[in-house]
């Protein structure tokens, strides 16, 4: 979860813009929670689009206009029916809590062959694990430049990657460092998490999307 400062708000045409104090991880098409601002602008809400010039409103066709001499950094944009705001300095927050649920504990299980009691220690790390690698490769794809929803996988592909980064997760528990937990005096085997073939499934690292 990632919480950012209001600095301005303003209300064009049903659609309500803030600019954001910092640079944000925000995405088109997920749920922000504005609050702090006032009643006009507070509330839970699907962002629009993420300006970067000053918002003007609608043309007849419903598309979204800008003033293009006027940049602005860091503004996030949704609907909002309400009267107009002129833009004007404004305090408050914006809280950001993507969980992305691509896989559930019951799926890494049957991926790994075993079934783990519950309850558990090895099931709350297996839950640790779901919930850490669901959210991280989630985030290693919006930073990529994708655009996925939080809910359903984008891919069988992106599917398998993240099994595959949450049962390495769960595998490693005990371990030291870079290596698997292990009694072996032989030695122990190199752990990667986050192996070639789990970037080559998830589609990262790339070049991100302008």
Known sequence: MATYTV??????????????????????????????????????????????????????EG??????????????????????????????????APVCTWVIASDVMTYLGITIANPSDDYTLLTQSVSAGNQFCYRRRQE?????????????????????????LWRSRGSIENTYATFDGMGTATQQSLTPIVKQLLGIPRPAVA
């Open 144 to 168: 990529s430049g994708y655009i996925d929803s939080l809910t359903t996988s984008p891919g069988g592909d992106a599917t398998l990657g993240t099994l595959m980064y949450c049962a390495a």
């Open 7 to 60: 600095t301005n708000k303003y209300l064009i045409d049903d659609f309500a813009v803030l600019q954001l104090l910092t640079p944000s991880e925000i995405a088109v098409g997920q749920s922000i929670t504005v609050a702090g601002v006032d009643a006009t602008f507070n509330g839970t809400y699907t962002v629009r689009a993420l300006p970067q010039y000053l918002y003007i409103g609608v043309d007849t």
């Open 63 to 96: 598309d979204l206009l800008y003033d293009y001499q006027i940049p602005i950094a860091d503004q996030v944009l949704y609907a909002r029916v309400a009267d107009d705001v002129e833009r004007t300095a404004a305090t408050g927050t914006v809280t950001y």
